[in-house]
């Protein structure tokens, strides 16, 4: 069978229990925006594979174990990753679960379907000494750039300020970026160096910040004219209004300051929750403790940094011990 054609853009879901689903991430999960738009968008390219392959519009209650068969072939052939394979059957599933328990559908269809093994990937970090010229590029370019201007948008002082104490921040204190983004002047206690941090599923966590992420933000405080004290942003998008900083954005700055620093720009921001994780373990921190300042709801999400820590040690004896 030739592989179905899949509208370049699927048809916008209006579906009640759709709807209904979206709705309860929102409110009874503390969902952020950008899982409810991954979970949205996953039932929108499975409608839309619907809708090509039966020339129908997808009716969820009625749908069987072979029909979820039928379109892990098709992701196969469209050759998607293991990993983004999962994550959408992971969604669906999740919504299969909220159908059952709100009597919407009477099975779970997708329950026991065999998926392709996702291949073991250590999380990619940058050393010491990465994090380090990473943390010096931001003042560094922009020095560079008052010596001898370049083409473009010229980088401010501002905008510099923001993004060293961005970076900072983030290494410092191991976070996701929609929780940086959604860091409010008010969650910063100054006193006891102690952040609080709005967490998937809305979980609190407090969590301690180095003095050289609060010198930035103070720096960059500092020379703005309107500091965000209170519940505004501490982050801005920009210097002319208090709305936060992007997701997209601090992306974008980040590739900026990792070409730069001699670095791989492909680095999301992520890895520097990665970078911070390992660097925790591998000067001794203990794996409960950082699965706490993590966030991470199972410890087994933690344990991956400690098989990072056990390569780099095995590597380690293997380069300096004479009998390894």
Same mark, same amino acid.
């Given at each position: 069978?030739?592989?179905?054609?899949?509208?370049?853009?699927?048809?916008?879901?209006?579906?009640?229990?759709?709807?209904?689903?979206?709705?309860?991430?929102?409110?009874?999960?503390?969902?952020?925006?950008?899982?409810?738009?991954?979970?949205?968008?996953?039932?929108?390219?499975?409608?839309?594979?619907?809708?090509?392959?039966?020339?129908?519009?997808?009716?969820?209650?009625?749908?069987?174990?072979?029909?979820?068969?039928?379109?892990?072939?098709?992701?196969?052939?469209?050759?998607?990753?293991?990993?983004?394979?999962?994550?959408?059957?992971?969604?669906?599933?999740?919504?299969?679960?909220?159908?059952?328990?709100?009597?919407?559908?009477?099975?779970?269809?997708?329950?026991?379907?065999?998926?392709?093994?996702?291949?073991?990937?250590?999380?990619?970090?940058?050393?010491?000494?990465?994090?380090?010229?990473?943390?010096?590029?931001?003042?560094? %370019?922009?020095?560079?750039?008052?010596?001898?201007?370049?083409?473009?948008?010229?980088?401010?002082?501002?905008?510099?300020?923001?993004?060293?104490?961005?970076?900072?921040? $983030?290494?410092?204190?191991?976070?996701?970026?929609?929780?940086?983004?959604?860091?409010?002047?008010?969650?910063?206690?100054?006193?006891?160096? $102690?952040?609080?941090?709005?967490?998937?599923?809305?979980?609190?966590?407090?969590?301690?910040?180095?003095?050289?992420?609060?010198?930035? $933000?103070?720096?960059?405080?500092?020379?703005?004219?309107?500091?965000?004290?209170?519940?505004?942003?501490?982050?801005?998008?920009?210097?002319?209004?208090?709305?936060?900083?992007?997701?997209?954005?601090?992306?974008?700055?980040?590739?900026?300051?990792?070409?730069?620093?001699?670095?791989?720009?492909?680095?999301?921001?992520?890895?520097?929750?990665?970078?911070?994780?390992?660097?925790? %373990?591998?000067?001794?921190?203990?794996?409960?403790?950082?699965?706490?300042?993590?966030?991470?709801?199972?410890?087994?999400?933690?344990?991956?940094?400690?098989?990072?820590?056990?390569?780099?040690?095995?590597?380690?004896?293997?380069?300096?011990?004479?009998?390894?």
């Amino acid at each position: 069978m030739e592989t179905p054609s899949q509208p370049e853009s699927p048809p916008e879901i209006r579906d009640e229990r759709v709807e209904k689903f979206l709705a309860h991430l929102a409110a009874d999960r503390g969902a952020s925006v950008y899982t409810r738009r991954n979970y949205q968008q996953t039932l929108k390219e499975f409608a839309g594979w619907h809708q090509a392959e039966r020339n129908t519009a997808v009716a969820w209650a009625s749908l069987q174990r072979d029909d979820f068969r039928n379109y892990l072939r098709y992701l196969g052939r469209n050759r998607l990753s293991r990993a983004a394979i999962s994550l959408r059957f992971s969604a669906l599933r999740t919504f299969y679960k909220f159908l059952t328990r709100q009597g919407m559908a009477g099975t779970l269809p997708i329950k026991n379907l065999s998926l392709p093994k996702i291949e073991k990937r250590l999380p990619k970090f940058l050393t010491l000494q990465q994090m380090k010229d990473l943390l010096e590029a931001p003042p560094k %370019l922009l020095g560079k750039l008052k010596e001898k201007p370049g083409p473009g948008r010229p980088l401010s002082a501002e905008v510099c300020r923001r993004d060293l104490a961005v970076l900072e921040t $983030i290494y410092s204190c191991g976070l996701r970026v929609s929780e940086l983004c959604g860091l409010r002047g008010d969650d910063i206690d100054w006193a006891e160096q $102690i952040v609080r941090v709005r967490g998937k599923g809305k979980k609190e966590r407090l969590v301690p910040i180095g003095e050289p992420a609060l010198r930035a $933000i103070r720096d960059y405080w500092d020379n703005l004219l309107d500091p965000p004290m209170g519940p505004k942003p501490v982050f801005r998008s920009d210097t002319k209004n208090a709305s936060p900083l992007k997701p997209l954005q601090l992306a974008r700055r980040l590739k900026v300051y990792l070409r730069f620093a001699g670095l791989d720009p492909s680095l999301t921001p992520h890895k520097l929750r990665h970078s911070y994780a390992t660097h925790l %373990l591998d000067a001794g921190a203990d794996l409960r403790s950082v699965q706490e300042l993590l966030g991470h709801a199972h410890l087994i999400t933690t344990q991956v940094y400690t098989h990072v820590s056990t390569e780099r040690l095995k590597k380690a004896y293997e380069a300096a011990h004479p009998r390894a």
